[in-house]
């Protein structure tokens, strides 16, 4: 079934209506020491619809696709509205909706290869790592490929068509030093599909030799001082920062739950060179890493200015939160399976870049440190935050110095945004994001390194 097969059904629709078809594909392929642990292939696909009736959603869904299948779907999501609506009795009016089409396809225009390729190139990674560094302890190598292809009509006339691959790679070498074990990664791939970034493993053996050396370095590097301390936060740190502990506070669900957030619309969160957007599908005439022409309440989205040079702008909202907060709508509602409703979710979270560059940057620190990868963290609605930080290097008299040990940044992040002095002017996306709030669904998240002050972890 094709988005023009779903727009004979538009006809039927008697009130605020979305129709959805959806198809997600994954491959997710792991070598472990240059033993194949994982090798699967997956599709999930299926219908599913939502009506508004009175300030209430009905929903339903089916893996089934057939006309037959659409009909009892839509009827019952229908029912479902009628249902709630009785129940709540919500005072709510009509929700905005515009008429138009989208239609995207990222998928790759190069001849697809196989699992058994993809296999092989791992091992030819591996191969290449095992020989040149006998010293490493062990190896991971892993493929995730996520294929999401929707297509939705609504009762206002809006109708979407996008499929939206994302593949990445990543690759983590650990080693043994005085009965400690060390390890370090890193992620290449992104928008797009395993042939339009993966041709020859050959060309990542320079990339597996650069992780090499930074294992090798943080195994005879030092424990940071723990305190309150100058900080280089890499644009890596920056980015998970900027969607965990900033973000998150600023979508409009978890705002009107009580995020602190609320109370700060039209005031000062951070220091004046701070600007956080949420980027719809776009920046600096590039497409993003998760580009969303069309949300999954057919609404057309627009970029979410959320800090503008240290002032609290907006929130990410959906339809129905926009009329509540008495905002435009951003189109943030998204949903990652047919069998999900859109929640309020981030897309491309960044705080954009300035005018420093990172040479300066380090230079302007006395006795600090330049934090340049993030692990496993959290964050809450109070923006405080805590995050792994597995790789980074003391700063003394305005100089790189020794590697650092894994160690933790921990702070609230809008008392940590206000400590701002320098923002780097270059830009990194991270492409293997993922969220996880209800559902896992991917994002993009980046910006420029910055100069600030933050709590650093010791031993």
């Given at each position: ?36 642990v994982?090798n ?5 696909s ?28 839509l ?9 709630l ?16 089409e ?22 030819t ?62 992620v ?8 339009d970034?993966f ?7 320079a ?9 090798r ?34 979508e ?23 600007t ?6 776009e ?6 890493p ?16 959320i ?40 897309r ?18 006395e ?78 998240m ?14």
């Open positions: 079934m094709r988005l023009e097969d779903l727009k004979v059904f538009q006809n039927s629709f008697t009130e605020h209506t979305e129709l959805r078809l959806q198809r997600n594909s994954t491959v997710a392929l792991s070598l472990v020491h240059g033993n194949l994982r699967e292939k997956n599709t999930s299926g219908i599913s619809s939502r009506v508004y009736h009175k300030g209430i959603f009905g929903f339903a869904s089916s893996p089934k696709i057939d006309e037959n299948t659409v009909k009892e779907v009827g019952k999501s229908k029912e479902n509205a009628y249902l609506s009785n129940l709540e009795k919500r005072k709510k009016g009509a929700l905005p909706g515009e008429s138009f989208v239609l995207k396809d990222f998928s790759t225009k190069k001849q697809r290869v196989s699992r058994k390729d993809m296999i092989q190139f791992l091992k990674l591996y191969q290449y790592a095992s020989k040149a560094y006998p010293d490493l302890k062990s190896t991971t190598f892993v493929i995730n490929n996520l294929d999401m292809e929707k297509s939705l009509i609504t009762s206002f006339g809006a109708a979407g068509y996008s499929l939206v691959p994302r593949t990445v790679l990543m690759m983590n070498l650990s080693l043994e030093k005085d009965g400690s074990t060390y390890d370090t990664y890193e290449f791939g992104g928008l797009g599909q395993f042939e970034f041709d020859k493993p050959e060309a990542l053996f990339e597996i030799d650069q992780i090499y050396k930074k294992v370095e943080k195994s005879e590097g030092v424990y940071p001082e723990a305190g309150y301390k100058d900080v280089i936060l890499d644009s890596k740190l920056a980015g998970i920062l900027a969607h965990e502990a900033i973000g998150h506070t600023t409009a669900d978890l705002v009107k739950s009580g995020s602190m957030a609320k109370d700060f619309l039209g005031e000062k969160v951070a220091s004046d060179l701070v956080l957007v949420d980027f719809a599908y920046y600096d005439s590039s497409v993003c998760v580009p969303v022409y069309m949300d999954d309440e057919g609404t057309r989205p627009r970029d979410a200015v800090i503008k040079d240290g002032v609290l702008k907006t929130f990410m909202n959906n339809k129905e939160l926009s009329v509540d907060l008495g905002h435009e709508p951003t189109g943030n509602a998204r949903a990652y399976a047919f069998s999900d409703e859109p929640l309020v979710r981030m491309n979270t960044a705080i954009l870049p300035g005018e420093d560059c990172l040479k300066d940057m380090i230079a302007s620190i006795d600090g440190y330049y934090l340049t990868k993030p692990s496993n963290g959290q964050a809450d609605s109070t923006s405080e935050f805590m995050f792994g930080v597995p790789n980074g290097y003391e700063i003394k008299n305005g100089k790189i110095a020794r590697a650092i040990k894994d160690t933790t940044i921990s702070g609230v992040a809008f008392d940590m945004l206000k400590t701002i002095t320098m923002v780097s002017d270059q830009m990194y996306w991270s492409n293997a994001g993922m969220c996880g709030k209800k559902q896992m669904i991917p994002v993009g980046g910006g420029p390194a910055v100069k600030c002050k933050i709590n650093l972890g010791g031993r």
